[in-house]
């Protein structure tokens, strides 16, 4: 029912920041909670980050508490994630999704609709 397109990803020096963007190029994102979630190279998909429809909840894992910031434009169908004081443990690639779901949203398998990565590589 929509499709996702993530943007934002670099090469940034360790204790720098990015804020990555996801836009539904097509369908209402108000219609769906949505999170990020992330791949290190041989690591399984960690969920990082998600947001309620409206806004008004928000969650994080621990290992990015206080350093990122989910937040979302509905007027024009985009999520965005502020990264800061970034670390070389950041490094993956971040996936933006969305799902009808009001629970779990912690889960992957709960996420109908994902966009296609954007890297995030800091560097050592």
């Known amino acids: 029912q929509v499709h996702l397109v993530e943007s934002g990803g670099g090469l940034v020096q360790a204790g720098g920041s990015l804020r990555l963007s996801c836009t539904a190029s097509?369908?209402?994102?108000?219609?769906?909670?949505t999170g990020w979630f992330r791949q290190a190279p041989g690591k399984e998909r960690e969920f990082v980050a998600h947001?309620?429809?409206?806004?008004?909840?928000?969650a994080y894992t621990d290992s990015v508490k206080g350093r990122f910031t989910i937040t979302r434009d509905n007027l024009k169908s985009t999520i965005y994630l502020q990264i800061n004081s970034l670390r070389p443990e950041d490094t993956a690639v971040y996936y933006c999704?969305?799902?009808?779901?009001?629970?779990?949203?912690?889960?992957?398998?709960?996420?109908?609709?994902w966009g296609q990565g954007t890297q995030v590589t800091v560097a050592t």
């Open positions: 999704a969305a799902t009808g779901s009001y629970v779990r949203l912690h889960d992957p398998n709960l996420y109908a609709y």
């Open positions: 097509s369908g209402r994102l108000s219609t769906y909670a």
């Open positions: 947001i309620s429809r409206d806004a008004d909840n928000a």
